[in-house]
C-alpha cells in the first residue's frame, strides 16, 4: 500500500474547475471521491465542475443537500453525488444503495465522514480548506492506492 497527497492553492472558483477538468479524464465507474471540508469550501462546486466535465450534454446539476443523491448519466458510467450532511448513522447511508454505487459508478461524496465503516478504503480523498485570503482555499489530494498515486503525480494544474 502507498501513500501520497498532494496540495494546490486554487484562487478562484475558475481554478476549481480546472482542478476538477484535470481529474475528470482519470476517473472511472467504481471510483469514489471523498470531498471534505467545511460548509463553504467549495465541495458542491468542485463535484458540479466534475460531473459537469464528464457529461457530453452539460445540465443543471442541482445540490443533493436535500435529496441526498442525484445521479448522472456518462458516456461509460453513472455518477453519483451525494451530500450526507443530514445523515446520522452509517446505516443511514447504507439504506440510500452506496455500498453498490461503489461497485459501479463514480461516486462523490460531500460529508464522508458520515459514512463510517463503509469508507471505501481506496478512495481518494480531495480536502478543501479556506485559508486566509478571501476566495482562496487550499486542496489537498491524498490516496493510497498505486492507482491513484500514479495520476496525482501526472496531474496537470
Known sequence: MCSCSISIDLS????????????AP????????????????GKSFFARA????????????PSPTFTLVQTYDAPKFEIWHCDLYRLTTPYEAQELGLEDAFETALCLIEWPDRLGEL??????VLSLQMTGAPE??????????????TILERLDV
Do not use: Y
Open 119 to 124: 469508507t471505501p478504503p481506496d478512495a481518494l
Open 12 to 23: 478562484s472558483q475558475d481554478e476549481t474547475a480546472k482542478l476538477a477538468r484535470a481529474l
Open 50 to 61: 466534475l460531473i459537469l466535465a464528464l457529461l457530453d450534454v452539460p445540465e443543471d446539476i
Open 136 to 149: 482562496v482555499r487550499r486542496a489537498t489530494l491524498q490516496a493510497t492506492t498505486p492507482r491513484w498515486c
Open 26 to 41: 482519470h476517473v472511472s465507474g467504481g471510483d469514489v471521491i471523498l470531498l471534505e471540508g467545511s460548509i463553504g469550501a
